[in-house]
Structure formats: structure tokens, C-alpha cells
């Protein structure tokens, strides 16, 4: 059992950063690969970015790419999401993800994760 929540959201003007933070529980933290899922107003759960469970790969979506940046820390048991140059149309319920040992982290749909967050809210304005 994985427990995760996130922290880290609020609002901001278009051009800003903000940094989600998403800290996990339990002992096998290391062995999920993690990611995080947006969901706007009216629209369904899309996927952002997703890392594996040793950090050695990231893909992101590319409407995200080049902007954001996720990153671990497995001695804290915790994910990052560093969002640069936010627009807009970046508004969404952000949520932190878990699946247990996925390798191909390109193919992580809200399908396949095992864990969700309960969300944290990113509003950008323009």
C-alpha cells in the first residue's frame, strides 16, 4: 500500500513557476515509478510526465516539454514536479501517481497506475 499526497499548488500569473511536491509513504517507494496526471474542468485525467523507479528515465507530454521537469528523491520518498513559463491552459487538478515497476514509462496511462493522490489545484491566469 503506497499513500501519496501532494503539496505544492496555488496560483499564479502566466510566465510563473511553481514546484508540486508529492511525498509518498511506505518502505518500497523506490520500487514505483511515478508520475503526474492533470485533470482540467470538464476534460478527462491526462498524462503530464512520468520517471522511473530509479530515476534513469522521463518522458513527458509534449505539451509540457521543455517546461516542466520531474525529479525523485528516494531517500525521502518524494517527487517533484518543477513547472517553468505556466500558461493558462496549465490550470488543472494536478495529481501524483504510483505504479509498481513499470519500465516503460512512456506507456503510464491513468489506466495502469496503482496510486493516486488526491490532487493539489494549479491555477494559472493570464
Known amino acids: 500500500q503506497v499513500q501519496l499526497v501532494e503539496s505544492g499548488g496555488g496560483l499564479v500569473q502566466a510566465g510563473d513557476s511553481l514546484r508540486l511536491s508529492c511525498a509518498a509513504s511506505?518502505?518500497?517507494?523506490?520500487?514505483?515509478?511515478m508520475g503526474w496526471f492533470r485533470q482540467a474542468p470538464g476534460k478527462e485525467r491526462e498524462f503530464v510526465v512520468a520517471?522511473?523507479?530509479?530515476?534513469?528515465?522521463?518522458f513527458y507530454a509534449d505539451s509540457v516539454k521543455g517546461r516542466f521537469t520531474i525529479s525523485r528523491d528516494n531517500l525521502r520518498n518524494r517527487v517533484f514536479l518543477q513547472m517553468n513559463s505556466l500558461k493558462p491552459e496549465d490550470t488543472a487538478v494536478y495529481y501524483c501517481?504510483?505504479?509498481?515497476?513499470?519500465?516503460?514509462?512512456?506507456?503510464?496511462?491513468?489506466?495502469?497506475?496503482?496510486?493516486w493522490g488526491q490532487g493539489t489545484q494549479v491555477t494559472v491566469s493570464s
Open positions: 511506505g518502505r518500497t517507494f523506490s520500487s514505483y515509478s
Open positions: 520517471i522511473s523507479w530509479g530515476g534513469g528515465n522521463t
Open positions: 501517481a504510483a505504479e509498481f515497476r513499470r519500465t516503460d514509462v512512456a506507456t503510464m496511462t491513468s489506466g495502469t497506475v496503482d496510486y
